[in-house]
């Protein structure tokens, strides 16, 4: 059992960056993948970009790629989401997730922790 909690949501003009931290519960969490997903207004949960615990790989949707970075610090049971040249499209409640499976289930959102989420607003 994986507890997740996000912070560092906020509401940011076009172009400007923000920092995603989701702590994790639980003594296996350098064993999770993990990963971050979005929800847009009235528009359905989303993958964002996710991490993985055996290799370090990541790997980001297009919509996202090269302006966000996903990072882990097992130390801390912390893993973060650096958004940069935000965009009004990238609105959203921000979810943390966890999974001890795979890559590819985290990505397809099978068998996920999830956090409550965090809101991310961005004006144009």
């Known amino acids: 059992q994986v507890q997740l909690v996000e912070s560092g949501g906020g509401l940011v003009q076009a172009g400007g960056s923000l920092r995603l931290s989701c702590a994790a519960s639980?003594?296996?969490?350098?064993?999770?993948?993990m990963g971050w997903f979005r929800q847009p207004p009235g528009k359905e949960r989303e993958f964002v970009a996710v991490i993985s615990w055996r290799s370090g790989s990541t790997f980001y949707a297009d919509s996202v790629k090269e302006r966000v970075t996903i990072s882990r610090d097992n130390a801390k049971n912390t893993v973060y989401l650096q958004m940069n040249s935000l965009k009004p499209e990238d609105t959203a409640v921000y979810y943390c997730?966890?999974?001890?499976?795979?890559?590819?289930?985290?990505?397809?959102?099978?068998?996920?922790?999830w956090g409550q989420g965090t809101q991310v607003t961005v004006s144009s």
């Open positions: 639980g003594r296996t969490f350098r064993t999770y993948n």
């Open positions: 997730t966890a999974n001890s499976q795979s890559v590819s289930t985290i990505m397809a959102g099978v068998g996920n922790f």
